[in-house]
């Protein structure tokens, strides 16, 4: 039941190329399992609970200020886990044989998980009771604030709560459009990858030396872009510059993996390979991607809710983070199965993901640009009416 093997060896026998994946998901399935609650803690407690948290007691004008520095901590954990990761691998090597090196690293990671979420409950708990309820730090009157009752949607109901509000609508498309989009030019990059490292252990080395320039980019991006061009040049701008850069990267590396074999001579002259050329470039890619998602994406989507009512943060923070999120890595894992299962291979259905890739990126770029429209307007709308009450207070 644990490990079903046999059935698994059936399945492999009978069943097209294309399908050797769900083969690999059913026969270590405990494992797949595993990797998806630990995807789901992202969007799940990270995402919801936290920026929900961070709304619920949170401006407008403070967010400009705030949110990008929210970040920070989180991205701190990269410069953690890339060094991490790396130290991990060299655990294997000094692991005698018959030992299985693996299980003691994942033991190893598994309890900085268990110390990391006591921590989180603790400082949840801390805040609380001691800032929360102190004066000098957050209004009272705020604090006190009666709010509605929770809504609970299915599945459903939140694709019709998405359908009937225009701007809930274009908020979700752009959660989707970036998982799609990050997903599609991440499974080529990791097959580029594997191809380039087929050892495990390099492997997770080149991966930790990753996360650990992943969060070294976007630290510097928080402190010194993020807040500066949401200050400076508004919103809508903000929000644009996450999927022109991951248009004009994702290009470039695509154009390195479809023409590699006529690219050998030019990039050889470089003193390099092709394949390598295409990792590298496919490493920037992802961290410039990553980088302006964490930096610029995130707190321009975290802004969108403050103009709503608690009804709809609620509601539609909970149909787009959780829904909307989970439907844009999913949905492009199942455009990349099905087009794997038609074309067999990675390589020839390469080009296929290219074209759909401009496609979600050009249909993200719309919905930014009529997203902005709205939101401008409802902060209008409610700078207006704190005017208004200002005015009437001092009469």
């Known amino acids: 039941l644990l490990h079903p093997t046999d059935a698994a060896d059936r399945l492999q026998a009978i069943l097209p190329q294309g399908l050797m994946g769900m083969v690999a998901i059913f026969r270590n399935w405990t494992y797949a399992l595993f990797y998806v609650l630990a995807e789901l803690w992202g969007s799940v407690m990270l995402s919801l609970m936290f920026w929900g948290f961070a709304n619920d007691i949170t401006r407008v004008g403070e967010a400009k200020r705030f949110y990008t520095l929210f970040g920070i901590g989180a991205n701190l954990a990269l410069l953690c886990s890339g060094p991490a990761i790396v130290l991990v691998s060299n655990i ?118 990753f996360s650990t320039c992943t969060g070294a980019v976007t630290v510097l991006m928080m402190l010194f872009v993020g807040g500066n061009v949401i200050r400076r040049f508004g919103w809508g701008t903000a929000a644009l510059i996450t999927p022109v850069v991951l248009l004009i990267t994702g290009a470039i590396f695509f154009v390195l993996v479809i023409f590699r074999d006529h690219l050998g001579g030019m990039i050889a002259a470089l003193g390099t390979t092709p394949l390598m050329l295409a990792v590298i470039v496919g490493m920037i890619q ?32 909970a149909a787009i983070d959780v829904v909307g999120a989970r439907l844009g890595k999913s949905g492009g894992s199942l455009v990349q199965q099905g087009l794997l299962v038609t074309f067999g291979s990675l390589a020839a259905m390469t080009p296929y993901l290219a074209i759909i890739l401009g496609a979600i990126v050009f249909a993200w770029i719309v919905a930014a640009k009529a997203l902005n429209k709205q939101f401008l307007s409802l902060t209008h709308k409610e700078s207006g009416k704190v005017e208004a009450t200002t005015a009437k207070a001092i009469s």
């Open 286 to 317: 992802n961290i410039m991607s990553k980088s302006a998602k964490y930096s610029l994406f995130d707190p321009t989507k975290e802004m969108a809710y403050i103009p709503l009512d608690q009804e709809q943060k609620v509601k539609g923070k």
């Open 92 to 209: 294997r090597r000094h692991v005698p044989e018959g030992i299985d090196a693996w299980g003691i690293s994942l033991n190893l990671l598994m309890s900085m998980v268990v110390v990391a979420g006591l921590v989180i409950m603790g400082t949840y708990w801390w805040i609380n009771r001691n800032v929360l309820t102190d004066p000098r730090f957050y209004a009272a009157g705020e604090q006190t604030k009666k709010k509605k009752d929770k809504p609970k949607l299915s599945m459903g109901e939140s694709f019709k709560y998405l359908a009937k509000s225009p701007y809930i609508l274009c908020l979700a498309i752009l959660v989707i459009a970036y998982g799609i989009s990050i997903n599609v030019i991440e499974v080529t990059w990791k097959s580029q990858l594997k191809l380039q490292y087929p050892n495990a252990n390099d492997y997770s080395t080149f991966m930790g030396y």
